[in-house]
């Protein structure tokens, strides 16, 4: 689901809050990326944060500071990454993807177990 | 026309035969090449994973393969085919970023936000004298919105395959039609239907067309189109990084690779007479 102009226009202002220039970038590539995962993800915009969620229950919170943004990624258990250039912003933006795509195989009615090939490449220190 | 309309499976389908042939043998002739698109209506159907699903069943078949995956939005194929997430999240920092890599020895994946981008088969490949089977996997809206045109999608085709193959006398830029055609929808209701027809059925005649639908909807909407089930249980391997292997996709390569085998010896046969 594209985002309003309203919500747009609010997550330009939230864009703003970080100073550095590639930093922005990465924060609206990440959130443009986030919302185009699914048809009918929800992007909700408050004072401090971005919120995106989908009918299976996926849950990505985005909320930018002045030198990085966080991202946590199903707040209920919740994965906290700070990004602040590219290997955070692929840790991230992977995490997320995954936490969609295993939602959503648990919401029909399990996932197969991953051959562990691949797996994310999250630092530790991020993980729950 | 019945408003009584259930999506079939694979196996419900009798008057397509299954032969136990090896399907390389179906392709005869060195030079044997034929298109497949898949065009995949909403992000329900998940175009990365059955793009991933026919290029791994048309390479267990022992056919060569190179597919082509076009368009933005994750998860690409790069993802199903376990690239590390630096390689298969590149096109999302820079668009004009070409992410690629093997299925297996002969057969080769291709993914791109920007199609111009698709570089021309390589003379010399490794298996270049097989039968080779170009996929092509994209979103349609099935309305004036697409983002890539489908003389686009038939001209990445053109430029990945070569010049020898296909009917007649063909510059190794010219568009490549397809043989064949999935359509992937979330439900295939009356208007999807007449888009369906719009967009493949009437401009692409030749082409074998089938649709698959993920939740069946109730009606045919007056077309006569065989619809075909997207299976529930696929969803459960949205998450693991390895190309589906579900028999769904095995049986749409070998339907495929059977039927348009049947036209051309038909067709053959009309030019021999």
């Known amino acids: 689901m594209q985002p309003s102009k309203d919500a747009t226009r609010k997550l330009n202002v939230m864009a703003g809050r970080l100073a550095d220039e590639p930093v922005r970038d990465l924060f609206t590539r990440f959130c443009r990326e986030i919302a185009l995962f699914s048809d009918s993800m929800t992007v909700v915009v408050t004072p401090f944060e971005v919120r995106y969620s989908d009918p299976q229950g996926f849950q990505v919170h985005v909320s930018p500071y002045r030198d990085l943004f966080r991202v946590s990624i199903n707040p209920a258990n919740p994965c906290d990454i700070r990004v602040s250039g590219e290997d955070g912003y692929v840790s991230a933006l992977d995490l997320a993807l995954k936490s969609f795509l295993d939602i959503h195989a648990l919401a029909a009615g399990g996932a197969e177990p991953d051959p562990g090939n691949g797996s994310t490449t999250a630092p530790s220190m991020f993980r729950p | ?273």
């Open chain 2, 1 to 273: 026309m019945s408003g009584e309309h259930t999506a079939q499976q694979f196996d419900g389908i009798s008057h397509l035969f299954l032969s136990s042939r090896e399907s390389r043998d179906v392709l005869s002739g060195a030079s044997a090449e034929v298109t497949l698109w898949l065009a995949v209506h909403g992000r329900a159907c998940n175009r990365a994973l059955v793009a991933a699903g026919v290029a791994g069943a048309l390479s267990r078949l022992g056919v060569r393969c190179t597919l082509v995956e076009i368009g933005g939005g994750l998860p690409n194929v790069g993802y199903y085919f376990a690239l590390e997430p630096r390689d298969y999240l590149a096109p999302t920092l820079d668009e004009s970023r070409v992410v690629t890599g093997s299925v297996d020895s002969r057969s080769r994946f291709v993914y791109t936000i920007d199609p111009d981008r698709v570089e021309p088969h390589h003379a010399g490949e490794t298996a270049a004298d097989m039968p080779h089977v170009i996929v092509t996997a994209f979103h349609h809206p099935l309305d004036e919105r697409a983002s890539i045109s489908l003389s686009g999608v038939a001209a990445v085709a053109g430029r990945i395959s070569r010049p020898e193959a296909g009917s007649g006398k063909r510059r190794p830029d010219e568009e490549r039609q397809p043989d064949g055609i999935v359509v992937f929808t979330d439900s295939y209701t009356g208007a999807c239907a007449r888009e369906i027809d719009d967009f493949f059925r009437v401009p692409y005649p030749e082409a074998v067309l089938f649709v698959a639908e993920r939740r069946p909807s109730g009606g045919t909407g007056g077309s006569e189109m065989e619809t075909i089930a997207y299976p529930c249980e696929l969803l459960r391997a949205w998450g693991r990084r390895s190309p589906p292997a579900h028999p769904f996709f095995a049986d749409i390569a070998m339907r495929y690779l059977q039927v348009i085998s049947q036209r051309r010896k038909k067709g053959a046969k009309r030019a021999a007479v």
